[in-house]
């Protein structure tokens, strides 16, 4: 299969283009930046789509980076290299002379009302009540290509646990140094997935023809994980305590209050319809996760 992937440089991009050239498919990006088996954007929407079986689209400014501010500007850019690119490859796609059979995009779980008690499948309600919620509403409505033959796909991830990258990739150091600890109270729940199961779901989504519509990209396990027993599961891997929390006050003081809700609550969402459509997951469990992370 030919597949192009949009922003697939990136943390889960690489994870996923090494898994389907593992499975002997073909991987093209679509990129700012030039370089081998890549298009860029403004090659995309001038020349349209090249010739492919499935589109994937990965792209987005880090909404975590801590070195940018939160504000008008910076959420413009949040917004825009999500919904702006999901609607190029959209239009493309449905421009497209011989349509790809699938279309994948991965948006987040921030669709869904952080609460410590509430329990989310992907027919859950959610996508209006704050900024993140009503961005994954844009971004997925973006995808959307009335009358096309191409079959939709859109993931809705929990944090994505890796190596090489995303949210432990932050936490590494300070967790190594005896310095970590959960967030604020920790009792918010923490919606996980190891990337090599998202790239699992998403591969999956685009080879089985009768995949469609909302998958939940979280472990099975993940309700039950809270920021404090993530804290206290990572600390465990690495042979760490995990005894200093970290106050709310000073994640608002570094992600700014609307991007801290991002860390200092959650939700509790279930892969319900993932675990329906046939996927099995390689690290169901947090601790073999962890371990396969920090190993
Ligand atoms: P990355 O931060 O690694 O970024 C992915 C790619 O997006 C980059 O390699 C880059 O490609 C492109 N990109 C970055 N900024 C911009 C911009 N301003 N305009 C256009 N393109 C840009 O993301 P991840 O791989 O971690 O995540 C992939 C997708 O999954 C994202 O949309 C993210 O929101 C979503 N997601 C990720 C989660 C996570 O925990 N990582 C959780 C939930 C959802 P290039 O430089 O080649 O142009």
């Not at 980076?65 to 796609?93: H, M, Q, Y």
């Not at 779901?201 to 994980?225: D, F, K, R, Y």
Request: proline share 7%; glycine share 12%; with cysteine.
């Amino acid at each position: 299969m030919r597949v192009v992937v949009g922003g697939g440089t990136g943390f889960v991009g690489r994870a996923l283009t090494q898994l389907l050239r593992s499975r002997g498919h073909q991987v093209t990006h679509v990129s700012r930046r030039g370089g081998k088996d890549r298009i860029s954007w403004e090659e995309l929407s001038r020349s349209g789509l090249p010739p492919c079986d499935a589109v994937v689209n990965l792209a987005g400014e880090n909404v975590l980076n801590p070195f940018r501010r939160w504000g008008d500007a910076f959420c413009r850019e949040v917004t825009s290299s999500r919904v702006e690119t999901t609607k190029t490859l959209a239009k493309a796609i449905a421009a497209a002379e011989q349509p790809p059979r699938a279309w994948v995009l991965v948006t987040g779980v921030g669709y869904y009302r952080p609460s410590p008690t509430a329990e989310y499948t992907e027919d859950s309600p959610g996508g209006d009540f704050d900024f993140f919620s009503r961005l994954v509403s844009s971004w997925e409505a973006a995808a959307l290509i009335p009358g096309s033959p191409t079959r939709g796909v859109v993931v809705r991830s929990g944090v994505v646990l890796g190596r090489d990258g995303g949210a432990i990739s932050q936490m590494l150091l300070p967790f190594r140094l005896g310095l970590g600890g959960p967030m604020g109270s920790g009792l918010q729940p923490f919606p996980w997935i190891h990337i090599q199961d998202l790239s699992g779901i998403l591969c999956h989504a685009l080879e089985t023809e009768s995949v469609q519509g909302i998958l939940n990209g979280v472990a099975p396990s993940s309700p039950g994980t809270s920021n404090g027993s993530f804290a206290q599961e990572l600390a465990a891997a690495l042979g760490r305590p995990a005894l200093l929390p970290v106050p709310a006050w000073a994640v608002r003081a570094v992600f700014g209050a609307e991007r801290a809700v991002m860390l200092l609550e959650g939700q509790r969402v279930l892969p319900k319809r993932t675990l329906e459509s046939g996927y099995h997951f390689i690290f169901p469990e947090l601790p073999a996760a962890l371990k396969d992370i920090v190993a």
